[in-house]
């Protein structure tokens, strides 16, 4: 990451490291933890609830972030237990987590996740749907729109893995130019973090290249 930052001119503070956990146990986390990383991504929710319970001492020094994609009958409880949601990619599942949102936490911070190759598969609304759906959810009450984030299709090559997350950085101009203020571009894991660097990623989610193969 330093090495990208500075092959960016970008300051290494402005990159956040995600530390992705997801297989991994609460031991290996903890280690993390103990080394110094505070934010932790986490895919699955039930996965995630056992994992934040087992670290609930270090809770005040952890930031827990859900990457994965989101069920409605899981909304109350990431509401409760997490405080940042990068795949919000409907309306509904941001307003039952505005709704759920205890009242003795700050607002849930979220990013809108996007699907920028239409992959079928992939969760993620479609860029042109974006504008609409960015208004609706920086205006619900209890969250606060952060930026967006993305899982291109897999590339070789640094150029071509550029390419995504230039749209990506396009797209958060075009809405930050509507007038909605979002900071947050949540793009890059353990094979494109360079790439993402490039363009402008201010958190690079990272997995395999901390922990090893899953
Ligand atoms: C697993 C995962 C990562 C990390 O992937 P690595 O290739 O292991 O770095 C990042 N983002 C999301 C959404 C993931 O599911």
Excluded at 24 to 48: I, K, M, P, S
Excluded at 76 to 88: G, K
Aim: charged share 20%; proline share 5%; aromatic share 4%.
């Amino acid at each position: 990451m330093a090495a990208a930052c500075a092959a960016a001119q970008r300051p290494v503070q402005s990159v956040t490291l995600l530390a992705v956990g997801k297989t991994f146990g609460a031991d290996v986390l903890r280690e993390a933890a103990t080394a110094g990383q505070r934010a932790f991504g986490e895919n699955y929710v039930q996965e995630a609830l056992a994992k934040i319970d087992a670290l609930s001492d270090l809770r005040a020094g952890i930031e827990w972030h859900l990457i994965g994609p989101l069920q409605s009958n899981k909304t109350r409880d990431v509401a409760a237990a997490f405080d940042w949601v990068h795949s919000v990619d409907r309306l509904k599942t941001a307003e039952r987590l505005s709704a759920q949102r205890p009242v003795d936490l700050p607002p849930l911070q979220v990013c809108l996740q996007v699907n920028l190759d239409g992959e079928a598969s992939k969760s993620g609304v479609a860029p042109a749907e974006l504008l609409t759906l960015a208004r609706a959810v920086a205006a619900l009450p209890r969250l606060r729109l952060r930026g967006l984030m993305s899982i291109p299709a897999p590339r070789a090559g640094a150029a071509a893995q550029r390419e995504p997350h230039r749209r990506l950085r396009g797209l958060l101009e075009a809405l930050r130019a509507d007038g909605l203020a979002l900071d947050t571009l949540s793009m890059g894991m353990s094979d494109d973090l360079e790439a993402a660097v490039a363009e402008g990623a201010t958190i690079v989610r990272v997995g395999s290249a901390i922990f090893g193969q899953r």
